[in-house]
Each structure stands twice: as structure tokens, then as C-alpha cells.
């Protein structure tokens, strides 16, 4: 079965750093797309940033310069480095990939919550 796990998720101060990782099973994700979304209480799911199977990375612009996504090949995982979080960061995070470009595949999300 295919699935995508993510993990590192916890309670942060406003200015911290954290880490999540993604960790996929099931297929090899090396020739795909993966991303991150995110979705905060009482709103949409919004995109937060992805990156291709050659490194290429794209981020929203709430998040450029302070997010970093990343990807291991080998082990079939992929990352979100956090940094100078915000409150306005709190949210569930999702990752998601698939073949051809589309995000078949989600994971059940981590929480992540930024105090001030």
C-alpha cells in the first residue's frame, strides 16, 4: 500500500524551527513531485511549497526565505526545514506527491503550533 507519513510537528515559540519529514512507502517517489500544504482552522487547505524530482523548489510567498523543502532520494522522504516561525504558521501540514504531476497520494498530516 502506498502511503505517506509525516512527522516532527509539535509546539513552538514564535522565532523557533522545526523540522518535518515525510517519509513515503509503498512506490519510490524519486521521479516525482512533492509538496507541502498546510491547513489552518477554519480555513482552506493552502500550498505551501514543493519541490521536483531534479531539486527544483517553489514556495508561497508567506513562506519564502523562512521555509525550506528538501528531499532524500534515497530514503524516499521529504523534508520541511521551518524556520523564524509566526503564529500565522499554525496549521496542520500535508504532504503530498504523485506520478505526472498530480497529488494522489496525502498524508495525514502533522500539527504545528507557533505561540507568540
Known amino acids: 500500500q502506498v502511503q505517506l507519513a509525516e512527522s516532527g510537528g509539535g509546539l513552538v515559540q514564535a522565532g523557533g524551527s522545526l523540522r518535518l519529514s515525510c517519509a513515503a512507502s509503498?512506490?519510490?517517489?524519486?521521479?516525482?513531485?512533492m509538496a507541502w500544504f498546510r491547513q489552518a482552522p477554519g480555513k482552506e487547505r493552502e500550498f505551501v511549497g514543493q519541490?521536483?524530482?531534479?531539486?527544483?523548489?517553489n514556495y508561497a510567498d508567506s513562506v519564502k526565505g523562512r521555509f525550506t523543502v528538501s528531499r532524500d532520494k534515497v530514503n524516499n522522504t521529504m523534508y520541511l526545514q521551518m524556520n523564524n516561525l509566526k503564529p500565522e504558521d499554525t496549521a496542520v501540514y500535508y504532504c503530498?506527491?504523485?506520478?505526472?504531476?498530480?497529488?494522489?497520494?496525502w498524508g495525514r498530516g502533522t500539527q504545528v503550533t507557533v505561540s507568540s
Open positions: 503530498t506527491s504523485g506520478p505526472d504531476y498530480r497529488y494522489e497520494y
Open positions: 509503498g512506490r519510490s517517489f524519486a521521479r516525482d513531485l
Open positions: 519541490i521536483w524530482f531534479d531539486g527544483r523548489t
